[in-house]
């Protein structure tokens, strides 16, 4: 299985781009903090998307799907944390894309977990 022809990857891709540009308005007392936090978390959804796609088995590739939507909720109370902070408005178009990433992980988990 090619991890770059799954949606759940390419969408996935997409919320780290918006990531990267949101918190490039966050102040630079954030660089190393929630900046560098929400960075890692948006990569690692990707990311293990992939690792688990290029593994052996259904039962490795679940693991690291249960690590992305892992950091997907990491990333979406980060976002939370942020706006909150009043670093970013709440903005409908990213709560979109991190709901559209859940639905597309999750649709994924229980698709791989019945065959």
Request: glycine letters at 6%; aromatic letters at 10%.
């Amino acid at each position: 299985m090619d991890h770059k022809d799954l949606e759940v990857w390419k969408k996935s891709m997409d919320l780290v781009v918006t990531v990267y540009q949101i918190t490039q308005m966050f102040p630079d007392t954030e660089k190393y903090g929630l900046t560098s936090q929400m960075r890692r978390a948006a990569v690692s959804i990707p990311s293990n998307i992939a690792e688990g796609a290029a593994r052996k088995g259904d039962k490795e590739l679940m693991h690291f799907l249960y690590i992305s939507i892992g950091s997907l909720s990491e990333l979406e109370t980060q976002y939370l944390i942020a706006t909150r902070l009043g670093f970013v408005t709440n903005e409908d178009a990213f709560g979109q894309q991190l709901i559209e990433v859940k639905k597309l992980l999750i649709g994924f988990k229980n698709y791989i977990n019945k065959k």
